[in-house]
């Protein structure tokens, strides 16, 4: 199977704002894109991105999961980039009509369509260092995806980094692309010297996040999260997964967890610790690493309130359990 991320639609929906208004949106073929080498993204990456998914029901309903919140991050990951202000209503239009035109092919459960919208600054000026760009693009990139679980339910290694950061620390809250490239180096180097899947990024001791999902330690009838500031990225799985165990009458607490707590916490047998994220939706995390020692979360193995509660998420995402919190937009 094709790894994630590397199909895609032949078309795509794009928008250009030229100083003043953004264009009506259009369909184009999304295999190229025209940009001046000068383009501000180019140099200062004035870039944001967003990551949602539609899923397939059983009554071939085509339904979009927590678009509202996906478009208010875009929205304010925008505003703090000083990229142009994109128009909400207008972008969620276009993100309708572009699933509409593919609907046939978004995949059956657990595939679904992954969106992918994007903005960018367009302005060619590489005077413009400290200075925002005055025109920008968004397009709304599809990509039809499996089952993340195809190969195999496994856990998880991770390395615990007191000393490094994912990014700036007023960055975190951006879906932004140089944050990812800030985090490549320490993350290569995990996986290569230390068979590391992710680093969880502890800036301080404070347990923050990894390179692209969220941390959730379960132990018990609590999951415990770090609350969310400026530092890290808020999770729209993050929140569902919280709401959706805060029904089930889990204790959840979103507060401040140090690496000492967590080791403490992860060597009692049944805890249990996730990453969450659109991609992977919660993934176990079987060990963690931190100055050469190794710690299995619990048994080491997959948790099962875990499973629970992906099984939770999924079941609404697929039209299987009711959508009590209107998720879902149908089209
Ligand atoms: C996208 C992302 C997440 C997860 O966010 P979701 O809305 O749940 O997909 C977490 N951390 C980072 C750094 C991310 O980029």
Redesign the pocket.
């Known amino acids: 199977m094709a790894a994630f991320g590397t199909v895609f639609m032949p078309e795509m929906a794009i928008s250009w704002f030229d100083g003043n208004s953004w264009s009506a949106a259009e369909v184009v073929s999304s295999d190229s894109l025209q940009l001046h080498p000068g383009a501000h993204v180019l140099h200062y990456s004035s870039t944001c991105f967003e ?2 998914k539609a899923f397939r029901h059983q009554d071939g309903s085509i339904n979009i999961f927590r678009m509202d ?2 478009l208010e ?1 875009f929205s304010q990951s925008s505003q703090l980039l000083a990229l142009p202000e994109i128009d909400k209503a207008a972008t969620g239009q276009m993100i309708i009509d572009i699933v509409s035109r593919f609907k046939d092919e978004v995949p059956e459960p657990p595939g679904s369509m992954y969106i992918r919208p994007t903005h960018f600054g367009t302005e060619p000026a590489i005077g413009k260092a400290a200075t925002p760009s005055v025109t920008s693009c968004q397009y709304i990139l599809l990509s039809p995806v499996g089952d993340y679980f195809a190969g195999g339910d496994t856990t998880l290694r991770l390395l615990l980094e007191e000393n490094g950061a ?1 990014c700036a620390a007023h960055m ?1 809250m951006i ?1 932004s692309g140089g ?2 490239a800030s985090a490549l180096r320490p993350i290569m180097k995990a996986k290569q010297e230390l068979n590391a899947d992710q680093v969880l990024f502890c800036p301080g001791g404070d347990v923050q ?6 941390f959730l330690l379960i132990d018990g009838n609590q999951v415990i999260t770090k609350a969310l500031d400026e530092s ?9 997964i919280l709401t959706i165990a805060r029904d089930l009458g889990m204790d959840v607490q979103e507060r401040q967890l140090t690496i000492d707590e967590l080791l403490e916490r992860a060597a009692k047998p049944g805890c249990e610790a996730a990453l ?4 992977a939706v919660l993934t176990p995390v079987g060990t963690l690493i931190h100055k050469g020692k190794e710690y299995p979360v619990g048994n080491g193995g997959i948790g099962a309130t875990t499973l629970k509660l992906r099984q939770a998420l999924n079941n609404i995402q697929w039209g299987l359990a009711e959508d009590t919190h209107g998720w879902l937009t149908r089209i």
């Not at 969450?276 to 991609?279: E, H, Q, R, V």
């Open positions: 990551g949602l919140r996906n991050r994912r975190g879906k944050n990812y996040e990894t390179g692209a999902a969220n890290f990225l808020h999770g729209v799985t993050r929140d569902s969450s994220g659109t991609a």
